[in-house]
């Protein structure tokens, strides 16, 4: 068995994770390696999820009964775990949205609603990178087709890493948002967040940050970040799906108008005119996602008893390595950054000219889930020359003996297509 320094204890974590024990086609044992699309769930969230259900099954914050309060106790105090976790200066800035795409549309459209100095219109620009999930692409091209603002974004370089060369004329004085990803869910690249928030904060732009396949690996701190926003999913940091959360600093969010009207947002209404409930209920209408809430405070608490920065440290183990033997197989072209430095445990690749789809279905019927496509992020794919690609992303529970399954798997997929 490989060993590799840094790692963690894979035998007592795996336990945690049913799933992990399954086998698939004929009895072969599953190597889920596709964890930058969602990650498993360990027995400590589908328990916290079941025993909701069977004993706190209520709506919160409006009843006055026993089961009301204790959900909403329950509720709450998952935001307040959120709040801990991402060391916000205040529980009443962290927002829980359904997941990282509408926290990020929340913005998008909180701009676009806004009153000056925040207001995007035909006189500023947005900026983005080329190397964004759909989800920080789509929303900015909406709002500026609806606003007449200027979509602007910074390029890749051959490496995979962005090209800041410009940056200068990038940010300018008319950027009212800079948005861009922490870490690439397809190029794995890790970002330097520090050159663009000093850029966007000498221009005076807002600067929101796409951490959902940063939250979920490493320490993230959002008053370290100095940005005006963060977003993440809980789906990929072992909690449920359905739940996201939107970090926003409190001056703002008292500034900037709701984007979804309805129950518990308001303060009072007549047929009128209505007002709005303080942040973070002003973003929170309707029903919230309350048994997900809870089930993402349960994997905060797993997380946390593992330590974040241990979980970092097994990645980046497990990411060297299989950068290593992912090159050591003929006609392997890793897309993105091809050391361990400055990047994330997701690494895509294509093989000769066997297409992505044709690898992923061959290592399927091993055992081996990978993820195929352009990963919702086409422009990376386009901006490389490729239809797509196979990628394999690895978590706190992933082994290298996995590592070497998938490096058997691709000579077997070469085997195949002779």
Not at 358 to 369: M, T, Y
Request: some cysteine; proline content about 5%.
């Amino acid at each position: 068995m490989t060993q590799l320094p840094g790692l963690l204890d894979t035998e007592a974590i795996r336990k945690d994770f049913p799933i992990l024990d399954r086998q698939v086609h004929d009895g072969r044992k599953l190597v889920y390696l596709d964890n930058a699309a969602t990650s498993q769930k360990p027995r400590q969230v589908l328990d916290a999820l079941s025993e909701y259900y069977e004993r706190y099954n209520a709506n919160v914050h409006r009843g006055v009964h026993v089961l009301a309060e204790e959900a909403t106790a329950l509720y709450e105090g998952a935001r307040d775990k959120v709040a801990a976790f991402i060391n916000a200066p205040s529980r009443d800035e962290v927002i829980f949205t359904k997941n990282a795409s509408e926290s990020l549309n929340l913005v998008a459209n909180m701009l676009g609603w806004a009153d000056e100095p925040y207001r995007v219109d035909s006189e500023t620009e947005i900026v983005i990178t080329e190397m964004e999930h759909h989800s920080n692409i789509v929303p900015w091209q909406l709002l500026s087709q609806r606003t007449g603002a200027k979509l602007k974004w910074f390029g890749l370089t051959d490496e995979g890493r962005l090209d800041l060369s410009n940056i200068d004329e990038i940010i300018t004085e008319k950027t009212k948002i800079v948005s861009f990803v922490l870490v690439s869910n397809i190029l794995g690249t890790v970002n330097p967040v520090e050159a663009i928030v000093r850029r966007a904060q000498e221009v005076g732009a807002l600067v929101l940050i796409d951490a959902s396949q940063a939250a979920p690996h490493m320490p993230l701190d959002v008053q370290a970040l100095q940005a005006d926003f963060v977003a993440f999913t809980g789906h990929k940091m072992c909690g449920p799906t359905g739940i996201g959360v939107l970090w926003g600093r409190q001056e703002l969010l008292e500034d900037l108008p709701p984007f979804l009207g309805g129950g518990e947002m308001i303060e009072t209404v007549s047929m009128h005119s209505s007002t709005y409930a303080p942040a973070p209920h002003k973003f929170e209408a309707g029903t919230p996602p309350i048994a997900q809430a809870v089930g993402l405070g349960a994997a905060i608490d797993y997380l946390s008893s593992i330590g974040m920065d241990k979980i970092l440290a097994h990645e980046h183990a497990l990411t060297e390595y299989a950068v290593k033997k992912l090159g050591e197989v003929p006609d392997l072209r890793i897309i993105g950054p091809t050391t361990a430095e400055d990047r994330g445990a997701a690494i895509s690749f294509t093989l000769g000219d066997i297409h992505p789809h044709d690898v992923g279905q061959v290592l399927d019927e091993q055992g081996i889930a990978v993820r195929v496509g352009h990963h919702c992020a086409r422009p990376v794919c386009l901006r490389y020359g490729i239809p797509a690609t196979t990628r394999a992303s690895f978590y706190l529970y992933s082994t290298p003996a996995e590592i070497d399954a998938l490096v058997d798997g691709l000579e077997h997929v070469r085997n195949f297509f002779g």
